[in-house]
């Protein structure tokens, strides 16, 4: 089992910068992949980005290629996504989330294959 608790969130104008945090406690010492992804109101759930166990990998939704990063530290069990250049459609509530190993694009793109999810943290661009 694997718990993940998100951070960061908040309001912030059109064109400023947000860091979330993920944190996560449990059987953390499995390479879990990790993902962030976001719901905004009235539309399904997507995915923003992911990183592999080793962080050699990252994998990014193209609406935030080039705006956003996505690291993580196993030393101390953290995932962060960092926004830059926030646009009002960046609205939504973002979960980070975990799952077993992959190297695939789909796989990370994918939400059923994480099996822990974050409870979410609001993030509202304003324009």
């Known amino acids: 089992q694997v718990q993940l608790v998100e951070s960061g969130g908040g309001l912030v104008q059109a064109g400023g910068s947000l860091r979330l945090s993920c944190a996560a406690s449990g059987r953390t010492n499995s390479r879990y992949a990790l993902g962030w992804f976001r719901q905004a109101p009235g539309k399904e759930r997507e995915f923003v980005a992911g990183?592999?166990?080793?962080?050699?990998?990252?994998y990014y939704a193209d609406s935030v290629k080039g705006r956003f990063t996505i690291s993580r530290d196993n030393a101390k069990n953290t995932l962060a996504l960092q926004m830059n250049s926030l646009k009002p459609e960046d609205t939504a509530v973002y979960y980070c989330?975990?799952?077993?190993?992959?190297?695939?694009?789909?796989?990370?793109?994918?939400?059923?294959?994480?099996?822990?999810w974050g409870q979410g943290t609001q993030v509202t661009v304003s324009s």
């Open positions: 990183i592999s166990w080793n962080g050699a990998r990252l």
């Open positions: 989330a975990a799952a077993s190993p992959s190297s695939s694009f789909s796989y990370y793109t994918t939400g059923r294959n994480y099996g822990y």
